[in-house]
């Protein structure tokens, strides 16, 4: 069955809008236009990370999503996040630790929604003063396996390992959110969801070497704040219809990677809201997949949580709504996926 892409719900609009209740108010409001909408989305997102404690050092997430604190739709189980809002006045040096070898990956992303790099492994990384932003955003990713609490706890432990240093003597300050115009922002961003619906936010994360056109980095932070850029991360989101209580199968073809050792993939299962519903069967990545005989192939079971965790099929997710969304994440993509050329597989239904 043919799915939908990016029917983005008003949910993801509600908690922008709340954001900007515990921010600092100036007298006047600040007008939003498409001309400085980006600004003002990662604006209000950044803030949130500051209020929680990302001041000029780490705000760490350590845990995999609770399904009870999603702030937004399209949450993942793939990774922790540490979040930095840094004074990018100064020289600033991150450093990332040592660990077992898996995915870690630090993305630097400017006022602007624009990414300056994304780098990976361990490290002391130097971000110049003049190469950035005022105040930019460190967003650190780390793999883990969310149903293992021992692996949690290994990748907490490689979080309270990581640094921020302001070089040189410099006195960072503190991120000040704008006072923007919160009717104007709604009226902008509900114009760039819709047309995110319709053309999905495929390339619409601009690096400082090679930036996008402001019409696509207004499409794609309309619905997916802090998206890595393509060549590091490709995002296949898509809705399915499907009858209630029935099961399904889909064959995946497993995606190319531009490093096998660090990159992976995963699929996220979501309801019909774009939220996660189940602790179990909600995520399943090329560490847990069982691959077909051929080795290039394996296929996902989509079941009613009565039948899940029977043994009868391998890869299995539970269907938490009908009709329910899912997410393919592949990190550090290679060339054929960046080329378009992998492909998303129909859900066929079976029978009893």
Excluded at 99 to 112: C, E, I, K, P, Q
């Amino acid at each position: 069955m043919k799915p939908d892409y990016f029917n983005f719900p008003v949910a993801a609009l509600a908690f922008a809008l709340t954001l900007v209740s515990t921010a600092l108010q100036a007298a006047d409001p600040v007008p939003v236009t498409d001309e400085n909408f980006a600004r003002a989305m990662n604006d209000l997102a950044m803030h949130k990370e500051f209020a929680q404690g990302a001041d000029n050092t780490w705000n760490h997430h350590r845990k995999p999503m609770p399904l009870d604190e999603q702030p937004a739709p399209l949450m993942n189980r793939d990774t922790l996040y540490s979040f930095a809002m840094l004074d990018g006045r100064g020289d600033v040096a991150i450093t990332l630790p040592e660990n077992d070898g898996r995915y870690m990956s630090l993305h630097v992303m400017n006022h602007d929604h624009v990414t300056y790099k994304v780098l990976y492994g361990p490290g002391r990384y130097v971000i110049p003063a003049d190469e950035t932003t005022d105040f930019y955003f460190a967003n650190v990713r780390m793999q883990l396996d969310a149903s293992d609490p021992a692996d949690v706890k290994k990748v907490n432990g490689y979080q309270d390992q990581l640094k921020v240093e302001h070089l040189n003597g410099y006195k960072p300050e503190s991120f000040q959110v704008t006072n923007w115009n919160m009717e104007d922002f709604a009226k902008v961003r509900a114009k760039w969801v819709a047309i995110a619906q319709q053309e999905g936010v495929v390339g619409t994360m601009g690096t400082v070497e090679h930036p996008v056109s402001l019409e696509d980095r207004n499409r794609g932070v309309s619905i997916a704040e802090g998206l890595l850029p393509d060549k590091d991360a490709t995002y296949y989101t898509e809705k399915h219809e499907v009858e209630e209580g029935k099961a399904y199968k889909a064959t995946y073809s497993v995606p190319e990677l531009a490093n096998a050792d660090l990159g992976f993939y995963s699929i996220t299962i979501y309801g019909e809201d774009q939220h996660l519903k189940t602790d179990q069967g909600s995520i399943l990545n090329n560490k847990t997949i069982q691959l077909n005989a051929d080795g290039k192939t394996f296929d996902i079971w989509f079941v009613p949580e009565s039948e899940f965790g029977k043994g009868e099929h391998p890869n299995e997710l539970i269907i938490p709504t009908a009709p329910f969304w899912t997410c393919f994440r592949v990190y550090m993509p290679g060339d054929s996926v960046l080329a378009g050329d992998y492909k998303m597989p129909e859900l066929v239904e079976q029978t009893p």
